[in-house]
């Protein structure tokens, strides 16, 4: 298996922005708004890794490009790959599809990448020389390359937010939604839970792989579990504010220990919080995925906002002094 080359930084880190700005113009193009852009894996703070694989096409006996992109943790990387010798064969001349030649590719152990972390919406290919020396033909390579992969994220997630959910035997293996994790991952770090950030994972796992019930049961699961954590905060201050809490907690009866001091929350801030589990008690499998989803996004903002709002003054608040 031959390795990625090594890429000059400056040129590599150029590409990547030309490339970017080629992808969120694309995305401008299609109006997207905010609360959609899940659907789009390098919108907002996403990273992604970008592998190049230059191949030999036999039709023109000449050199195309394989695109494919997976998710990165904190920053954009590129690999560029020169298999234009593995592939002049007659077997490899009979592949079309980008995604044929991708599994190919990985099936002869050319490509060491893992299937489950494939954006599948990337997968394209494209002529052209990878170095260019100019910005103006690397523009043209990189506007070909985005507008294919924008275009594709745009159709599929379209078709699949318009249908019910059909139950499947086995799960795909490819993510289809992209959730911008940056905000999540400093909440995550700041809770400092092994057990919330596991469970609370699993659910950015089944959001990205629209398995809308597990997710918004997952979620409802983190939203109790983040309360009671806040209420274990102020307990840790001198508050009584696990006196009278069962056992085996419902929803209801975080709500009621939310409503005592020094919590406090209104008449308002409950309506809210009981809007937020008739969220996660409205998946089901007969909704269409567009509103499955949404009902998971209201969860998801839910949580970020019991946060902001309650997490954070569970910490700061001072002791209370009047422990009984």
């Given at each position: 298996m031959k390795?990625?080359?090594?890429?000059?930084?400056?040129y590599s880190d150029n590409f990547i922005d030309l490339l970017h700005k080629k992808y969120l113009e694309r995305l401008a193009f299609y109006e997207i708004q905010d609360k959609d852009l899940s659907r789009f894996s390098w919108s907002n703070n996403k990273h992604v890794n970008l592998y190049i694989i230059k191949y030999?096409?036999?039709?023109?006996?000449?050199?195309?490009?394989?695109?494919?992109?997976?998710?990165?943790?904190?920053?954009?990387?590129?690999?560029?790959?020169?298999?234009?010798?593995?592939?002049r064969n007659y077997t490899f001349s009979k592949l079309e599809?980008?995604?044929?030649i991708l599994s190919w590719l990985i099936s002869e152990n050319y490509l060491d990448l893992d299937v489950n972390q494939i954006i599948i919406s990337s997968v394209s290919q494209t002529s052209g020389d990878f170095y260019y020396k100019n910005n103006t033909q690397i523009l043209r390579f990189t506007k070909a390359i985005s507008k294919k992969w924008v275009d594709n994220e745009y159709k599929?997630?379209?078709?699949?937010l318009s249908e019910p959910t059909i139950v499947e035997k086995l799960p795909r293996t490819n993510r289809q939604f992209f959730i911008d994790r940056y905000h999540f991952d400093k909440m995550l770090k700041a809770i400092n839970s092994s057990q919330f950030t596991d469970e609370f994972n699993q659910c950015l796992y089944a959001y990205e792989h629209e398995k809308w019930f597990l997710c918004a049961a997952g979620l409802g699961s983190c939203l109790e579990h983040l309360m009671l954590i806040i209420l274990k905060n102020y307990n840790d201050k001198g508050y009584k504010t696990l006196k009278g809490l069962p056992k085996n907690p419902t929803?209801?009866?975080?709500?009621?220990q939310f409503r005592q001091p020094p919590i406090s929350i209104s008449s308002r801030q409950e309506t809210f919080f009981n809007i937020l589990f008739m969220a996660r008690n409205a998946v089901d499998h007969h909704n269409t995925g567009k509103?499955?989803?949404?009902?998971?996004?209201?969860?998801?903002?839910?949580?970020?906002?019991?946060?902001?709002?309650?997490?954070?003054?569970?910490i700061l608040i001072k002791e209370n002094i009047e422990k009984d």
């Open positions: 390795d990625f080359e090594n890429i000059d930084s400056g030999y096409y036999d039709f023109f006996d000449s050199y195309s490009n394989l695109i494919v992109a997976t998710p990165a943790q904190n920053k954009d990387n590129l690999f560029y790959l020169d298999l234009s010798t593995e592939t599809l980008p995604l044929e599929s997630t379209l078709q699949q929803a209801h009866n975080y709500i009621i509103t499955q989803k949404e009902l998971c996004d209201l969860l998801l903002d839910g949580i970020s906002d019991l946060y902001n709002d309650y997490y954070n003054s569970s």
